[in-house]
């Protein structure tokens, strides 16, 4: 049978895998008799099987077999100063000893919540939530709720959370099982102002909100044109329908986010991953005149709670996470990203393969497909068997990425840890070249 050089590196690879990690295995026999398809975190999951990690720190990861791996995933993108930094872990360890999670407001929160509000000049109010789930789900009720309607806007493949209304189109032609078929969601591809307009024309008063990221990630770290984030802002404003800026990956961009960085004024802002520093966590901010429906007795309230909301041990992680992230450590993160980026691009030249990168900052994504990046089709379209043997084949030399191709940065990565990624990569391009 005629096999392609792509499914031929991945059984390469993943016979050598399996050699190495006998013991995750074993856990992953375990975890399918207790786990749905044997893991807990549709992310985390790959064939044959996910390695099962005992230990973090810095950028190290060790899995139950002793293999170690520098981490370029960062708990997808969360771990923006890496694991365990002493920093974080003491004020957290503090923190839980002093007060662990009380039904009341706590120290730490209005002290996080400042420190956003100084980064986001579109964020004078927020609520905490313990995921950037709940916080897009609390955006599209605040914005629902401030603008009396119902239809929000999302984008083909644009990834806001585990949460019904807005799984719909995550992939196309996918129609997730469970979900309504008159939930009341329009989608647009990214990047497509004219669609944009189009909707907007047809749902007239009914639409309440366009929720996009500011740079698509899990579709594959899609980059926006000016002229879609132009659009995005102008139609919506003119339509009277709220700009969310679902930032739960992005913000890891620059001090105030990507808005900052690519000059968007958002209505609604979403956050998470790193605001916790290493903890669940989610926010959702925004002008006072729109938070306004979520405070207690407000005309339209809206009830916005979480068991969890605003813990004392999750408030000081962010705290002491932010406070790690000044200038230099923005210009820091871009530097590697940068370096990452290049060093791809140039190893994929260099050996022919069928690949590309797209990068911003700290976030680059290998895609093997030679279409235009501009949404989600081509990274979707993208050779599968081909991203599945790079990853696989950059878990066996040591580097930890995502599935779908992504790396990360953090500030304690270290330029030669980015060579090691790169010189890993470019073996793997040159066989699947
Ligand atoms: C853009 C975006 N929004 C929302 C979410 C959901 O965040 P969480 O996994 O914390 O629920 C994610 C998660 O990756 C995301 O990438």
Redesign the pocket.
């Known amino acids: 049978m005629l096999t392609t050089p792509a499914v031929q590196v991945l059984e390469r690879e993943r016979a050598v895998y399996e050699r190495r990690t006998p013991t995750s295995r074993d856990r992953y026999a375990r975890a399918q008799a207790v786990f749905p398809g044997g893991d807990t975190r549709a ?1 985390t999951f790959y064939l044959p099987y996910p390695a099962t990690i005992a230990e973090t720190a810095g950028t190290r990861l060790v899995d139950v077999d002793g293999n170690e791996y520098v981490d370029f995933l960062f708990n ?3 771990m923006i100063v890496g694991h365990a930094h002493p920093a974080v872990t003491e004020v957290v360890g503090a923190a839980f000893s002093r007060t662990t999670p009380v039904a009341a407001p706590v120290l730490g929160q209005v002290e996080l919540a400042e420190e956003i509000v100084r980064r986001v000049p579109s964020i004078e109010q927020l609520r905490f939530t ?7 789900m609390g955006a599209t009720r605040i914005a629902r709720a401030a603008t009396g309607r119902d239809i929000v806007i999302k984008t083909i493949g ?6 019904p209304d807005l799984d719909y189109w995550l992939r196309p032609d996918a129609y997730p099982a469970g979900i309504p078929e008159t939930s009341p969601i329009r989608v647009i591809h990214y990047n497509d102002p004219d669609a944009l307009e189009a909707v907007l024309g047809d749902c007239g008063d009914r639409c309440a909100a366009l929720i996009i ?1 500011p740079v698509m ?2 579709a594959g770290v899609i980059l926006p044109t000016e002229e879609f984030l132009q659009a995005a802002r102008e139609l919506t404003q003119a339509a009277g329908v709220l700009l969310i800026a ?5 913000f890891r961009l620059g001090r105030g986010g990507a808005q900052q960085r690519l000059g968007i004024e958002p209505d609604l802002t ?1 956050l ?2 790193v605001i916790g520093g290493g903890l ?3 926010a959702v901010g925004g002008p006072a005149s729109l938070m306004g429906v979520l405070a207690p007795g407000a005309d339209k309230a809206v009830a916005l709670s979480g068991t969890f909301n605003g813990n004392a041990s999750t408030m000081a992680a962010g705290l002491a996470t932010l406070g790690l992230l000044d200038d230099d450590a923005y210009a820091g993160l871009d530097g590697l990203g940068a370096q990452l980026a290049a060093g791809l691009e140039a190893a994929i030249g260099r050996h022919g393969a069928p690949a590309q990168v797209t990068s911003m900052g700290s976030l680059v994504n290998v895609h093997f497909t030679t279409e235009p990046l501009i949404n989600a089709d081509a990274s979707l379209g993208a050779d599968a068997d081909a991203a599945a043997a790079f990853h696989l084949g950059l878990l066996n030399r040591g580097i930890f990425i995502a599935t779908r191709g992504m790396f990360a940065v953090s500030t304690v990565t270290t330029e030669a840890e980015v060579e090691r990624a790169v010189a890993a990569s470019s073996e793997l391009f040159e066989a699947l070249a």
């Open positions: 992310a997808y993108t969360s313990n995921s950037g789930t709940e916080a897009t644009g990834y806001h959370g585990s949460f990221e990630g899990t679902d930032e739960v990956i992005t979403t998470g991953k669940p966590v989610g």
